[in-house]
């Protein structure tokens, strides 16, 4: 039985590409019995950069302990995140760059977690320590996660190591990476082909905040007027999906990746967001969240400790 590398549920590019390059690596490692796979589907930007580097897409599983005792966690780590029955296979290792939470496991494992700004970042680092050879498509899918999670270097998730690699990845690549990253962001904010639950859960994850149940989705476009056009069925969407899953809290911030800024809906315990964020929802249930573009580090923190008063 293979071992499974998957990043979290709603993946991102950032999660897909981590699952593959650190299958190729644990291939190079001496490990041949791997598979990358992935806990739903991919979203355009993601099949954007597959189909660019011409990498097959990984298969989608809901299980895992159906075919398999042994898995790897890359871009996650925290369990309500992770594949529905975590709890009946053995976590051999996980990668990731995220706070650690909700984790615990009934045997010693392999854990590398770094505060930089994308899973690959930390993947890119192992390969350098153990001499691995990295391909131009490697390189591509790597600096594809990195894109992506910096928002081409922009996030204020991005570190000073960030920009290294990033440049030192250029230096691998046959294309211009930020043109290719340029398009690539771009490729993902198509929402007229996607449906309101679509856009609510592409790029999603549940939080345990104090024992509330907070789910955090965000949405990337260049025009927030595509938003704004749609924001009673948005709305609509956001609380037939909270009342199903009993979710204390239902946060949806579009950002706006040309310009850095964000605007946040949210139901529920609408109060907590604004004392985290100290600004009232206007008379159009809109939050103004200038210069926000990270949910990790601008999203997370503030709420985590609003909610742990």
Same mark, same amino acid.
């Given at each position: 039985?293979? $071992? ?23 291939? @190079? ?9 992935? =806990?739903?589907?991919? *979203? ?11 990498? !097959? ?5 809901? $299980? ?12 996650? *780590?925290?369990? @309500? ?20 939470? *909700?984790?615990?496991?009934?045997? !010693? ?10 899973? *690959? ?14 391909? !131009? ?19 204020? /998730?991005? /570190?000073?190591?960030?920009? @290294?690699?990033?440049?030192?990845? #250029? ?13 690539? =962001? ?44 749609? #924001?009673?069925?948005? =709305?609509?969407?956001? #609380? ?17 990746? =040309? ?38 580090? #601008?999203?997370? %923190? %503030? ?7």
């Amino acid at each position: 039985m293979s $071992t499974l590398i998957f990043g979290h549920q709603s993946p991102d590019t950032d999660a897909i590409t981590s699952a593959i390059d650190f299958a190729e690596y644990k291939k @190079q490692s001496g490990d041949s019995d791997v598979e990358a796979v992935a =806990l739903g589907e991919l *979203n355009d930007e993601t099949k954007f950069a597959l189909d660019f580097f011409k990498v !097959p897409a990984p298969r989608v599983i809901k $299980t895992a302990a159906n075919e398999t005792q042994h898995v790897i966690l890359v871009d996650h *780590n925290e369990a @309500q995140q992770s594949v529905a029955d975590r709890d009946k296979v053995t976590v051999d290792a996980v990668i990731d760059h995220h706070r650690l939470a *909700n984790f615990e496991t009934a045997a !010693p494992l392999f854990i590398r977690m770094e505060p930089i700004g994308s899973c *690959n970042s930390v993947i890119y680092k192992m390969y350098k320590e153990q001499g691995f050879k990295i391909t !131009p498509t490697t390189a591509g899918l790597m600096a594809s996660g990195l894109i992506s999670d910096t928002l081409l270097l922009k996030s204020p /998730t991005t /570190t000073d190591e960030d920009k @290294q690699i990033f440049a030192e990845l #250029q230096k691998l690549a046959d294309v211009d990476l930020k043109e290719y990253g340029l398009k690539m =962001l771009k490729a993902g904010t198509n929402l007229a082909a996607k449906s309101d639950k679509e856009l609510i859960d592409a790029d999603a994850k549940s939080f345990e905040m104090s024992g509330s149940n907070v789910r955090i989705a965000q949405i990337n476009t260049v025009d927030l007027n595509d938003i704004y056009d749609r #924001q009673d069925a948005i =709305l609509a969407a956001m #609380q037939e999906e909270k009342d199903a899953d009993n979710y204390d809290l239902f946060l949806v911030f579009a950002t706006d990746i =040309l310009n850095s800024n964000s605007v946040g809906y949210a139901l529920g315990a609408t109060d907590k967001v604004e004392a985290a964020f100290g600004k009232k929802f206007d008379a159009n249930k809109r939050l103004d969240l200038a210069g926000v573009v990270s949910r990790k580090k #601008q999203v997370v %923190p %503030p709420l985590t400790e609003e909610f742990a008063k």
